[in-house]
């Protein structure tokens, strides 16, 4: 199954990713990588949330991007 990311606002809508940032990813590893080194850039590009996605399977989430 492919790993993917799902971006969001706050409010749970969804934003359009910078084009870097669409990915699918191999491994629940490999995503969570991916995102501990692009969350700046996400952020900057006005995602707010996160979440992980198996397939069609939602595993954790929303997660946000932004300090507690």
């Known amino acids: 199954m492919a790993w993917t990311w799902r971006f969001e606002t706050s409010t749970g809508e969804s934003v359009e990713p910078p084009d870097e940032a669409v990915a699918v990813f191999p491994s629940q590893a490999d995503a969570e990588t991916w995102l501990g080194e692009e969350f700046p850039a996400l952020v900057e590009a006005g995602v707010d949330q996160v979440v992980l996605?198996?397939?069609?399977?939602?595993?954790y989430g929303p997660m946000s991007l932004h300090e507690a």
């Open 53 to 59: 996605l198996e397939g069609t399977r939602e595993v």
